[in-house]
């Protein structure tokens, strides 16, 4: 209750100091204009549109402001184009002209004014009927005893009198004061969207694709990483090892010829290394995405990771359904590194894995009973699990406190 009550008087004040701020916007941004565009023909109004357009930043500044109470979540502050320094000082002068931002902030002055007009009538209309029906029956035995004066019960065809009166007025006031919160809020949604799609539509563009250009830059840096660390394993461990075995191989062939029983132990040796390669190859292949799951999906998949794994893994998929092929590798990818993390470095002796979709996201959480100590900085594991999720719009989260246990949140968008 003291929560709505906070909010309708947010509401109310916004919409109330609105319609003054409104009205003098409109009347800087005609006087502003007109001046400008007639004194253009003499250029003296290039420095007016220029001054109308800083004073129409700075309203639009005060009412982005406002609009946060409003809204209930941070606005972001549009960019407005700067000159290079190296540029002159007519194109300094006209660099608050520059980019659409400007423009707009000019059209939201003009175009809130009208609606703000709307709005302030509209509340000060409900706030006095709710307040004047409600309290009708401290003053109305006044206004009942004056001769000839007929109120809007008498004109309806009721009969006069003060007790007639008074529940005509006190229904009507308690009818406006149940409607007052939804009628405020409604307002108030409906200028503050207003000035959220004039004044920081823009803005949020601009943040949108920062944020997909940062993702893509993150999902190149995170397969380019990948990709070189596959390379640098194979290089040190398969190709070293078929190297050494070709070489076994060759010592064979040579001593079948002189001493048989030597060459035997040099083609066991051979069968030795091959096999642990093979293993080797194994390991490595957990960095690429297996026919498992691109034929049956994530949950044979994440079956098989944990059945390799070297400590025991409990796996509860919640969700059955197909996802795009990316939104899979990615999760097969997070939980196969997760999984070697936990192998290399956690001596737990259990691990946990779930996952589930939670509207449009898939939560996918990976905990062990290990000695903790697990995080994302830079140079670590779970740093390219972090730059991974990034490029599909995920996050990860890591709980990790020094003893353990350790719980690691991956959210990925799959709507």
């Known amino acids: 209750m003291r929560r709505l009550l906070s909010r309708l008087a947010g509401d109310t004040v916004y919409l109330l100091v609105g319609f003054p701020l409104a009205s003098i916007a409109f009347c800087l941004m005609v006087l502003g204009l007109s001046a400008g565009a007639s004194l253009l023909v003499f250029w003296l109004g290039v420095p007016v549109l220029v001054l109308t357009a ?43 002209l520059a980019g659409g931002q400007p423009w707009l902030d000019i059209l939201h002055a003009l175009v809130v004014f009208p609606v703000a007009i709307a709005t302030f009538c509209v509340i000060v209309m409900w706030w006095g009927t709710a307040i004047f029906g409600v ?43 149940l409607t007052l919160y939804p009628v405020v809020r ?57 190297v050494h075995l070709a070489m076994e191989l060759s010592r064979a062939q040579r001593e079948l010829e002189k001493d048989a029983a030597a060459a035997q132990s040099t083609i066991g040796k051979a069968i030795t290394a091959t096999r642990e390669t093979l293993d080797e190859l194994r390991a490595l292949s957990r960095g690429i995405a297996p026919p498992i799951l691109a034929d049956r999906g994530l949950v044979p998949a994440l079956a098989a990771l944990a059945s390799r794994c070297t400590v025991p893994v409990e796996l509860d998929v919640q969700t ?28 737990a002796e259990l691990c946990t894995i779930t996952l589930m979709r939670i509207g ?56």
Request: with cysteine; net charge negative.
């Open 360 to 415: 449009d996201s898939l939560m996918l959480t990976i905990g062990d009973d290990g000695v903790g100590g697990a995080h994302v900085a830079k140079g670590h594991g779970l740093s390219g699990l972090a730059e991974r999720l990034r490029g599909v719009d995920g996050e990860l989260a890591v709980r990790s406190p020094a003893g353990g246990p350790t719980s690691i949140t991956a959210e990925v968008p799959c709507g």
């Open 135 to 177: 309290t009708y029956p401290v003053y109305g035995w006044l206004l009942s005893n004056i001769p000839g004066n007929e109120g809007l019960p008498e004109l309806l065809g009721f009969d006069r009198g003060y007790v007639n009166d008074s529940i005509f007025y006190v229904g009507i006031g308690l009818l406006a004061a």
């Open 320 to 347: 059955e359904e197909r996802f795009p092929a990316l939104i899979e590798n990615t999760v097969y990818f997070v939980t196969a590194e997760a999984l070697t993390n936990v192998a290399k470095h956690s001596r």
């Open 54 to 96: 800083l004073v129409a930043r700075g309203l639009g500044d005060i009412e982005r402001l406002r609009m946060r109470g409003v809204l209930g979540m941070d606005v972001p502050q549009p960019r407005y184009p700067r000159s290079p320094a190296e540029a002159g000082w007519f194109r300094k002068m006209l660099s608050p």
């Open 186 to 242: 409604g307002c108030a949604l409906v200028q503050a969207s207003l000035g959220k799609a004039l004044l920081t539509g823009v803005a949020q563009l601009q943040e949108r694709i920062e944020d997909l250009t940062e993702g893509r830059n993150a999902a190149a840096y995170a397969e380019a990483t990948a990709l070189r660390r596959l390379e640098r394993d194979i290089h040190d461990g398969p190709q070293q090892r078929l």
